[in-house]
């Protein structure tokens, strides 16, 4: 352990050019052995911040000791940086609290640099103590500091103060076991002057930011987001993986700004389920959703701690908890063996005959076989229920044979066991093994015991689509953790931090590096505006911040007029300029053959745009960039251009983004709440997007066949079809796959581009349709591949009388839907024959349709017919029959005829049951309505 002052990290972008300016941590270590104001001398130094240097000092007269916090020079110099500087001291001192660090003094250095005089800390930080336990604490360990900082927090948010910055840096353990906040240097206090900054800046660390911070509204920012950081600190000291692993800082914080944050299950699911949901709710996206004050956080954790046994009052403070027992202690070690599962060994690899391969392998056929069918019919249908049950049989027959072999591990494409493929399916299956190693998923056990409810539950998981269904925080790891599967075992990695041991050391000495970042561009100074920028109030302020950078940078003069004539620049010059920039680096990458270079640069700006649900921001730069290019460029390339930019900048996974944000429904915050993002204008949408999707190529086709089946925007959904017709030729086998998962509303248009077309593919694709296990695509495919109407009345009333029932609801549907008017006297005939009350009540319900469809007139005339057919005692299959009738004339009729059946039909009679009179005075009345009639209380028309 060491001892150590107060050091303030705030996040400053790296540099994006180096300058000669002197080491910072030189001109800090001269500093030692001197003292300063007479008063204090410096003894060590301790760090050195991107804003400030910290010692360990002794007051000369009395030897109290200290921590002396220094302002860097060159941001004493900036009256708006000091006095952010000095404000640390005044909010600290604040609250009387053994959780904050107590501000001795405040003064000015001999070189007018504002120090703070602190009282000086023993022990380690949480980061440092994490790093110390291999990147993992224990829960008790974990759940202990968060109440004591939430304990702190309590005294600071009810006097308006919020931290704004915690993270395992800023939390200090003393060797006395107690738990102070550092670095308040970018707290707010409500109602504190001087406090905005420039829109679109952010104070804070990423990895620990509430999203309405990282989105810069700063009189957004309450005391929910410091129980955001709490939350984002437990979910990286509990699982080893930060929050917003960004390539940059600045990616960092557009991830913090715009996704929301993962459940802890995914990355640890063998955590507690009462630890997730308290971490899962203090990092929910809506801050209306986390907890609503430190004090109900708190409480929470208190629950969780005494949950798992660890919350014995501390006898110095009753409000405190005492600190879990060291990690070797009987009790930790017992605490860490319920939280950690059980490793497992994994054999050589199988013969190609063993038992279990066999065995498994006879489970995934029978798998294959189910998965289909679930997603064909759903789980009513009585194929889908009898695959389920031929599944369950063969794994409860595995695992009587040996209950521990039935297991298997995961490549991205195919299961394994014991290093022999036992599943490898083919699309659109090959998604299960995808998605569930996507989601960190790589081994699967099932135990004995295994009952077909939980069976069921886990293929509802293998077919989930994670664009589709599920929000864009969860993934298929999270869903098969929520199912809570008792006899399903299953091991998850973090898939960001997966690799050899060497890969993994590599990722810590990095992730350790990355708070440091921010002292190499201190001592590099090309910090200085960045820092400048933090207190920017006017545009006006910026450009005199942006001067006093190019000072700092030492730009020679001519330089300098250079950068000052350029900003000065009116903001809607700089965007003209940078269209020109972008179309003349386009061209030039395009004339080299690396036109990849400018695309996808352009392609990571639209899906930032995207995620930030500015779709007019968005299409206006896409049209203004290929209006330079048609100006730039000469007109006779034919468009080439505009659709190599459209290409290059909305590549398919761009597209599926922007049709899926576009398409996800925002709701809007209720009246005082907080604010959320406006609804999409899908009008605006589609009418910019249509143009684009013309310029795209067959590369897209997939995500549009993904995309059109779940919107139900007319016009977006016009636009996609558009697109799929125009690159269909030469695909159509590709799209027979995803078309069995549509409504029959969706695929039929796209079954017409078939039909229309009639290429070799699209009559092959035809052809596999017109044997699939759908039965309205079979029907439909029948249809558009008959070559008369009185072929295609042939083979639907052949299925309609042979077929299992699906499929003859099915054909019925398609004669009505095709108008095949040769179908009529067969139906007629088919309705009158007496073996029709034997049919499903279904299927009758569709004779009755499809015949009035073909022929209004005849169909009303044999409806009234079958109303006014009966016994002398009700019969239930005639009397089912007869209700269907009322209700079709009830919804069709318009004739006097009708009306009179009804009437007579809803008459107290032995052979007109309740139901019929029923369903047959709710007829009356609605044919009598449509006649401009009135029925009297005696059951009469006047």
């Known amino acids: ?244 692993q960004g390539r940059s800082d600045n990616e960092a914080f557009i991830l913090a700004a715009t996704t929301p944050a993962p459940s802890l299950a995914r990355i640890a699911p063998e955590l507690p389920a009462s630890v997730i949901g308290l971490v899962d709710k203090a990092l929910a996206w809506d801050k209306r959703n986390r907890f609503e004050s430190a004090a109900q956080m708190r409480q929470e954790v208190l629950r969780v701690l005494e949950e798992v046994g660890a919350s014995v009052p501390r006898r110095s403070s009753p409000t405190s908890t005492r600190r879990p027992p060291p990690d070797d202690s009987p009790t930790a070690v017992g605490m860490r063996a319920a939280e950690e599962p059980a490793p497992h060994d994994e054999p050589g690899e199988a013969e190609p005959d063993d ?91 099932l135990l004995p015991g295994i009952t077909e409810d939980e069976l069921r539950a886990l293929c509802e998981v293998l077919l989930l689509d994670p664009l589709r269904d599920l929000a864009p925080e969860d993934d298929v790891a999270a869903a098969l953790w929520e199912r809570r599967l008792e006899h399903v075992r299953y091991d998850v990695v973090s898939v960001f931090v997966e690799g050899d041991a060497a890969d993994r050391e590599q990722f810590w000495h990095e992730a350790d590096d990355l708070e440091g970042m921010a002292r190499r561009a201190a001592e590099e100074k090309a910090n200085r505006a960045e820092a400048a920028a933090m207190v920017i109030d006017t545009d006006a302020a910026a450009l005199r911040a942006a001067r006093r950078a190019a000072s700092a940078l030492a730009l020679d003069p001519v330089a300098q007029r250079a950068l000052g004539t350029q900003l000065v620049m009116s903001p809607d010059r700089w965007s003209e300029r940078f269209v020109e920039v972008v179309a003349d680096a386009f061209l030039n990458a395009r004339r080299y053959k690396d036109v990849e270079l400018v695309t996808e640069p352009m392609a990571a700006s639209a899906r930032d745009l995207i995620l930030a649900r500015r779709f007019e921001v968005l299409f206006g730069m896409h049209d203004a960039i290929e209006k330079a290019l048609d100006a730039l460029a000469p007109r006779q390339q034919g468009g080439a251009l505009a659709t190599e930019l459209a290409r290059g900048m909305f590549p398919p996974d761009t597209m599926r983004l922007l049709l899926r944000e576009a398409t996800r429904i925002v709701t809007t915050a209720a009246p005082g709440g907080a604010a959320q993002p406006a ?141 095949v008017r040769a179908a009529g006297p067969l139906l007629v005939r088919r309705v009158q024959d007496s073996s029709f009350h034997q049919l499903t009540l279904d299927e009758r319900r569709e004779f009755l349709g499809a015949l009035y469809t073909l022929n ?62 029923d369903a047959a005075g709710a007829a009356a009345e609605a044919i009598a309505a449509r006649l401009g009639k009135r029925i009297s209380t005696a059951g009469e028309v006047p």
């Open 1 to 244: 352990m060491t001892s150590r002052g107060v050091l303030p990290e705030s996040v400053i972008p790296p540099p994006s050019e180096v300058t000669d300016a002197p080491d910072e941590k030189q001109r800090a270590r001269a500093r030692l052995g001197m003292t300063v104001k007479n008063k204090w001398r410096i003894d060590s130094l301790l760090g050195v911040g991107g804003m400030a240097s910290v010692y360990a000092a002794t007051h000369h007269r009395n030897g109290s000791r200290a921590a002396l916090k220094i302002l860097h020079a060159e941001f004493a110099r900036d009256v708006g940086i000091r006095e952010r500087f000095l404000r640390e001291g005044y909010v600290a001192n604040k609250i009387d609290h053994p959780g904050r660090v107590a501000i001795l003094d405040d003064d000015i250095t001999e070189q007018d640099e504002p120090f703070l005089v602190m009282e000086l800390l023993d022990g380690e930080t949480v980061q440092q103590l994490w790093k110390r336990k291999s990147r993992k604490l224990p829960v008790a360990e974990a759940l202990w500091i968060a109440g004591e900082v939430l304990l702190t927090l309590e005294s600071f948010h009810a006097e308006g103060i919020v931290h704004r910055d915690l993270k395992p840096a800023n939390i200090f353990i003393t060797k006395d076991n107690v738990v102070k906040l550092l670095d308040f240097g970018v707290a707010r206090m409500r109602g504190a002057p001087g406090d905005k900054t420039k829109a679109g800046t952010a104070l804070g660390t990423p990895s620990f930011m509430a999203p309405e911070q990282a989105m810069g509204l700063t009189e957004g920012v309450d005391g929910r987001a410091d129980l955001f950081s709490i939350g984002a600190t437990l979910y990286a000291v509990l699982s080893g993986q930060r929050l917003h």
């Open 355 to 445: 038992p279990a391969v066999t065995r498994l392998t006879e489970v995934f056929r029978r798998m294959e076989r189910l998965l289909p069918a679930v997603r064909h019919y759903g789980w009513t249908h009585p194929d889908a229920d009898n695959k389920l049950r031929a599944t369950f049989q063969a794994i409860v027959e595995a695992l009587r044979a040996d209950g521990s072999l039935v297991h298997w591990t995961l490549t991205p494409y195919a299961f394994e066991h014991r290093r022999r493929t036992v599943w490898e399916p083919s699309h659109p299956l090959d998604l299960v093994p995808y998605n569930l190693f996507a989601a960190g998923v790589r081994r699967v056990q």
């Open 856 to 917: 209004p007139a005849r169909g009303e005339s044999v409806a009234v017919e079958l109303l006014q057919r009966h016994g002398l005692l009700a019969d239930d299959a005639a009397e089912q029959t007869r209700c269907l009738s009322a209700e079709l004339l009830g919804r069709e009729a318009r004739s006097q005829e009708a009306l009179d059946a009804a009437l007579a039909a809803s008459k107290r009679r032995p052979w007109n049951s309740q139901a019929l009179r």
């Open 679 to 819: 609804p999409v204008d899908l009008d605006l949408v589609a009418q910019r997007l249509a143009p684009i999707l013309h310029k795209l190529g067959s590369e897209t086709l997939p995500v549009a066949m993904e995309v059109v089946g779940h919107t139900g925007h007319e016009a977006l959904r016009r636009a996609l079809l558009g697109h799929v017709e125009r690159t269909l030729p030469g695909h159509e086998e590709g799209v027979v796959d995803a078309l069995m998962t549509l409504d029959l509303d969706v695929a039929r248009p796209i079954l017409k581009m078939f039909a229309a077309s009639r290429t070799q593919g699209a009559l092959g694709a035809l052809k596999r349709l017109s044997g699939c296990a759908n039965a309205a695509l079979r029907c439909e495919a029948i249809a558009h591949l008959a070559t008369s109407p009185e072929q295609i009345r042939d083979e639907l009333l052949s299925l309609a009388e042979s077929a299992p029932p699906d499929v003859r609801v099915a054909a019925l549907r398609t004669l009505a839907h095709h108008q």
